[in-house]
């Protein structure tokens, strides 16, 4: 069953430290997996995008890891500030059908000063 | 680049109703629209695929006569609530996929900002 499990469900840091959030998918054929920041009432945001040949990507403070191997990512946030509040949902992608997105349930994080 | 708009952002309608949901890629054609609901503390389910010129693909469950969606072009789908009823009150977001949109990931969707729809 394809599925996308993110842990922890929800996480409280303090303003400027880092955190790091978890994604572990069972999903095939696998094409791709993004990172969305979602805050909100808001539409999610692309963060990261990454296919199978990438393990690391990074968009400013946000980096993202992939091991395709354990079927697992991370979504490490340095340097957190309070706008850093959001949903961040890890989405994994197959290669097959017209869409296929498999998103998981999201990892909600507050940024407290 | 690649901006995804959708109106309104907020719609109270009463319940009977029916309600018209626009999506639009701004700057990029998108042969691919997606059409979302996400209720509260849930993530994003897809409702259907919606491809320029042709008729659009629902998900299990979803009723296609209730949902009517129109992809008249490559930058516009629409999505009309028919018949509306309080459970139908949700966040409905969109999103499409670029067609050419230079420099960007062949895979990337990009997602409206969401409609709030409140059914009373």
């Known amino acids: 069953k394809n599925q996308v499990e993110q842990s922890p469900q929800s996480l409280i840091i303090l303003e400027g430290k880092n955190c790091t959030l978890q994604?572990?998918?069972?999903?095939?054929?696998?094409?791709?997996l993004r990172w969305y920041k979602q805050d909100t009432g808001r539409g999610p945001v692309s963060l990261t995008i990454?296919?199978?040949?990438?393990n690391t990507k990074s968009n400013g403070r946000y980096t993202a890891t992939l091991d395709a191997d354990t079927k697992q990512s991370s979504l490490h946030i340095t340097a957190s500030q309070l706008s850093d509040s959001a949903s961040y949902i890890c989405?994994?992608?197959?290669?097959?059908?017209?869409?296929?997105?498999?998103f998981g349930t999201g990892t909600r994080l507050t940024v407290i000063p | 680049g690649a901006v995804v708009s959708q109106h309104p952002s907020r719609v109270i309608c009463k319940s009977g109703t029916s309600v018209k949901i626009e999506c639009r890629s701004l700057?990029?054609?998108?042969?691919?629209m997606f059409w979302y609901r996400q209720f509260p503390k849930q993530s994003l389910m897809l409702m259907a695929t919606?491809?320029?010129?042709?008729?659009?693909?629902?998900e299990q469950g979803v009723e296609k006569d209730k949902f009517l969606i129109n992809h008249a072009s490559l930058t516009l789908s629409t999505l009309t609530v028919t018949s509306a009823h309080p459970e139908d009150s949700s966040f409905y977001i969109c999103?499409?996929?670029?067609?050419?949109?230079?420099?960007?990931?062949?895979?990337?969707?990009?997602f409206g900002p969401g409609t709030r729809l409140t059914v009373t």
């Open positions: 989405v994994v992608g197959v290669r097959t059908g017209a869409n296929n997105l498999f």
């Open positions: 994604c572990n998918y069972t999903v095939s054929p696998f094409s791709n």
């Open positions: 700057d990029f054609q998108a042969t691919t």
């Open positions: 999103s499409a996929r670029a067609l050419g949109a230079g420099g960007n990931h062949p895979y990337e969707q990009y």
């Open positions: 990454m296919t199978f040949s990438e």
């Open positions: 919606s491809n320029e010129g042709s008729k659009a693909t629902y």
